[in-house]
């Protein structure tokens, strides 16, 4: 069992930068994919990005391609998602994800976060 603890969310000012962090519980290394995900009230949850557990391969949701990075750091367990020129648009619930087979990643990780919330105000 996978538990993963997300932080660093807040509010930004649109325009501003913020980087969300997610611990794992266990040693994910290379053996876990882990992804974020985004949701807002009375809307399906949002894929944003996801890393390998080589860090290798990386997906990005084309609503934020070029304003964000994901990494990794797998001597701490932790992946980080750094989002730039923050939009109201991008307020929602932040979820990280794992799952030790990269292709379901971005669709169905079997391990979540409880969510940490990023409001941009205009």
């Known amino acids: 069992q996978v538990q993963l603890v997300e932080s660093g969310g807040g509010l930004v000012q649109a325009g501003g930068s913020l980087t969300l962090s997610c611990a794992a519980s266990?040693?994910?290394?290379?053996?876990?994919?882990m992804g974020w995900f985004r949701q807002t009230p009375g809307k399906e949850r949002e894929f944003v990005a996801a890393?390998?557990?080589?860090?290798?391969?990386?997906y990005q949701s084309d609503s934020v391609k070029g304003r964000l990075t994901i990494s990794r750091d797998n001597t701490k367990n932790t992946v980080y998602l750094r989002i730039n020129n923050l939009k109201p648009e991008d307020t929602a619930n932040y979820y990280c994800?794992?799952?030790?087979?990269?292709?379901?990643?971005?669709?169905?990780?079997?391990?979540w976060g409880q969510g940490t919330q990023v409001t941009v105000s205009s």
């Open positions: 994800a794992a799952d030790n087979n990269v292709m379901v990643i971005r669709t169905a990780p079997a391990y």
């Open positions: 890393i390998s557990g080589s860090s290798t391969t990386i």
């Open positions: 266990e040693r994910t290394s290379r053996t876990y994919a």
